[in-house]
């Protein structure tokens, strides 16, 4: 089989990467969009509160000057008339005129926000007062039928009184104006820098969409593509696995066709060759369907509660020929009275199997490995833990990261021709998370490695 | 015998009609005077800001005669008349002026003929057209009935008495 260092693994974190990279664009669009949401706000607040400035500051002038001149029409109407009966609805229609200016200048008063308006809101206030008291005097002149001092007083103090009120409401128009036209300048550059930061967020929007989607479709055409490559790889590494026993089958078989084999020793060899071939093409295809069961996301186990020694020795009768022909001893060290585990036996088993296969094939010129098992307690939470430790050639640090790794297998194995499908410890990995546990590895390059399998206990 | 019974029946009667008509006139100076109610009296109103405080009988005629013109701070008086058949006026003309309506218009039309008054007086159609009248006339003084006076208007006294004091004499006959 040849070695594998590209994984699925890579694949899933490819694939989770293009997630993250698209949640970000999309956080950084929100982002964009609530920024500009509330530029738009703001900018929608300052135009109302100009158009409010500006709509009720005309209207108030607007009346005030109606009123003003109310105020003055009516007395001269007054002039008009002898009739008492008309002179005081007159005075009274003055009266109710400069009422209403008296509060709209209250009212301007009130809003006054700045030390300018005030005042002028003041001069406003002192001057329309002096106007009123000269034209109470022109009225009561008018009702005593003193015409012709109610119209000489009019004219030498009414009218330049009344001039100068009329020049205040200017003063305060121009403020007003001078007011709006800051505001709306204030809006322009407001308006400036909000199209600016549109046209920023667009441009860095656009910019960063496009090198998310570029880096997304990459990561997705990388992992595809590392896929296809896995794909390829385990059809070619399966197929090379297969190829040899088969082949080893098939020479078998044709040597007994062609009447190669001429006595029953040979016969027994052909046939002894042909058996363990096969076992290993049903090993090879036993991993395999195994690799693709434990990867579904369904219940396939027959769980029940396990002796831990159960697991153990049946995990140690099925590697007892193996240990055998491999002139390998093994050491035992199982507590007693260990409490019970929850697990299917036959998988447990053959996780164990695993291991124990691995250090068999990695015990390099040393001839013993071990297997132990102990209670443990993390954390309150109780436990077995099922040990099993080689002698040999040892993983280094690099490759120990990908060890668990689906079709994973090191350099070194490579290099020495020692035969796997890199399914083994990934199986045996997921086993043993599949019942709550887990599998670690200890190792030193050269001195051996310790692999343990953690499984809880059944309270 | 019939005529004596007759005359014991009528002169009881005629005793106690004596006793009536005399009642009045027994001590009547003696008696305590009732204060007029407030819509009987008239009141006789200027413009707040007039300094005068109180009139005589014999001055209020005169002003209100023409006789007098102008206020003491120098102010031209204007008088001020509630329209015809106004029962305030009935009583000023009977009470202050002394006269009936032709005697007050030919008076009136006889000093203006002669320059002796600036102006006739104002004529005003109710009572709350005259307290805007005044209110807003330095100079000017008319008369309500004093149910109708506000704060608007001073009400003078008259012979050192109100309108709501007794032995106030101006008063009107015609109920309101």
């Excluded at chain 1, 305060?172 to 007011?179: A, C, F, G, S, T």
């Amino acid at each position: 089989m040849q070695p594998s260092t590209r994984s699925p693994v890579r694949h899933v974190l490819a694939h989770r990467w293009s997630s993250v990279v698209l949640l970000a664009v999309l956080l950084v669009q929100i982002g964009i969009g609530l920024v500009l949401i509330r530029d738009l706000h703001n900018s929608h607040v300052e135009v109302q509160k100009i158009y409010d400035g500006s709509v009720h500051g005309l209207h108030m002038i607007g009346e005030l000057e109606y009123d003003i001149q109310e105020t003055r029409r009516a007395t001269l109407y007054a002039l008009t008339t002898t009739d008492g009966n008309l002179q005081v609805r007159y005075a009274d229609q003055s009266r109710e005129a400069d009422r209403r200016v008296t509060e709209g200048i209250l009212d301007n008063l009130h809003q006054a926000g700045t030390a300018e308006e005030r005042n002028a809101g003041m001069r406003l206030q002192r001057d329309w007062a002096n106007y009123l008291a000269i034209r109470d005097e022109v009225l009561g002149l008018i009702l005593e039928s003193s015409t012709r001092e109610a119209i000489d007083l009019d004219l030498s103090s009414g009218v330049p009184e009344f001039e100068k009120v009329h020049q205040d409401l200017d003063a305060i128009k121009r403020l007003y104006d001078r007011q709006a036209s800051q505001r709306v300048a204030a809006v322009a550059e407001f308006s400036r820098l909000s199209t600016m930061k549109i046209s920023a967020a667009l441009v860095f929007g656009l910019l960063f969409g496009t090198v998310a989607i570029w880096a997304v479709q990459s990561i997705r055409m990388r992992s595809a593509v590392q896929l296809a490559n896995l794909q390829m790889e385990f059809v070619a590494s399966v197929s090379h696995e297969l190829r040899t026993p088969v082949t080893a089958i098939l020479s078998a078989g044709e040597n007994i066709r062609d009447g190669l084999v001429h006595d029953a020793k040979c016969l027994r060899e052909q046939g002894r060759i042909i058996a363990t071939q096969a076992g290993h093409l049903s090993d090879l295809v036993s991993q395999v369907l195994l690799h693709a069961a434990t990867g579904k996301d369904k219940p396939w186990h027959d769980v029940r509660v396990l002796r831990v020694t159960d697991v153990v020795e049946s995990a140690l009768a099925d590697v007892t020929i193996l240990l055998q022909e491999s002139g390998i001893t093994i050491e035992r060290e199982i507590q007693a009275e260990l409490p019970l585990v929850r697990g299917d036996l036959s998988v447990l088993s053959q996780c164990l199997q695993n291991l124990l296969v691995n250090a068999v094939k990695y015990s390099g010129a040393s001839r013993s490995i071990s297997i132990s098992a102990r209670s443990e307690a993390t954390n309150n939470r109780f436990g077995v833990q099922i040990s099993v430790r080689d002698y040999g050639v040892g993983i280094g640090d690099g490759d120990l990261a990908h060890i668990f790794e689906p079709f994973y297998r090191s350099s070194r194995a490579v290099a020495s021709r020692i035969r796997g499908t890199g399914l083994g410890l990934s199986i045996a990995k997921r086993s043993a998370e599949a019942f709550g546990g887990k599998l670690t590895a200890v190792s030193t390059e050269g001195a051996g490695s310790v692999f343990t399998l953690h499984l809880p206990a059944v309270e | 015998m019939k005529g004596s019974v007759q005359a014991a029946r009528v002169l009881p009667k005629a005793v106690f009609v004596l006793i009536l008509g005399l009642s009045p006139m027994v001590g009547a100076g003696d008696l305590p005077q009732r204060k007029v109610k407030p819509e009987q009296a008239l009141a006789i109103v200027v413009n707040r800001s007039n300094q005068v405080d109180n009139l005589s009988t014999d001055e209020l005629r005169k002003i209100f005669l023409g006789s007098r013109s102008h206020w003491p701070n120098g102010r031209r008086i204007t008088i001020a008349m509630l329209d015809y058949e106004q029962a305030e006026r009935k009583a000023a003309l009977r009470q202050i002026y002394k006269m009936d309506e032709d005697a007050y218009r030919n008076h009136f039309l006889k000093e203006e003929y002669r320059g002796n008054v600036f102006a006739v007086p104002k004529t005003l159609t109710s009572p709350e057209v005259m307290r805007k009248f005044i209110f807003n006339a330095p100079g000017a003084i008319g008369y309500l009935r004093a149910s109708d006076v506000d704060e608007s208007v001073k009400v003078l006294r008259i012979d050192g008495r109100l309108p709501d004091d007794k032995d106030y004499t101006l008063q009107i006959d015609e109920p309101l």
